[in-house]
């Protein structure tokens, strides 16, 4: 099984900034994508961003030159540091995973529980 860890959700003003960490562990044997997703209320959820261990990285239109993503392979963590946040940003993020625990596996996408990001005055 692989854990994922979130942390660094919270409270912010207009315009203020966070950033969010992911430590994954576990049964392990290569990461092929580390991303969050997040989910407001009442929508459905969708990719915000994420990196592959090549460091090809996607954001989505609605967050692109305000969030930045980056991974470190060896101690298998992502961060996603969010500036110049919006109220529309406000949602519970889920740092993802994919990964396979041995050689003969094939990747599965794994779900950390989310952390709540409130974007208000």
């Known amino acids: 099984q692989v854990q994922l860890v979130e942390s660094g959700g919270g409270l912010v003003q207009p315009g203020g900034s966070l950033k969010l960490s992911c430590s994954a562990s576990?049964?392990?044997?290569?990461?092929?994508?580390m991303g969050w997703y997040r989910q407001a209320p009442g929508k459905q959820r969708e990719l915000v961003a994420n990196?592959?261990?090549?460091?090809?990285?996607y954001y989505a239109e609605s967050v692109k030159g305000r969030f930045t993503i980056a991974g470190d392979n060896l101690e298998n963590t992502v961060t996603l540091l969010m500036n110049n946040l919006k109220p529309e940003d406000t949602a519970v993020y889920y740092c993802?995973?994919?990964?396979?625990?041995?050689?003969?596996?094939?990747?599965?996408?794994?779900w950390g529980k989310g952390t709540l990001v409130t974007v208000s005055s």
């Open positions: 576990g049964r392990i044997f290569s990461i092929h994508t």
């Open positions: 993802t995973v994919r990964a396979r625990a041995t050689y003969f596996d094939v990747d599965i996408l794994h």
């Open positions: 990196i592959t261990t090549d460091e090809t990285i």
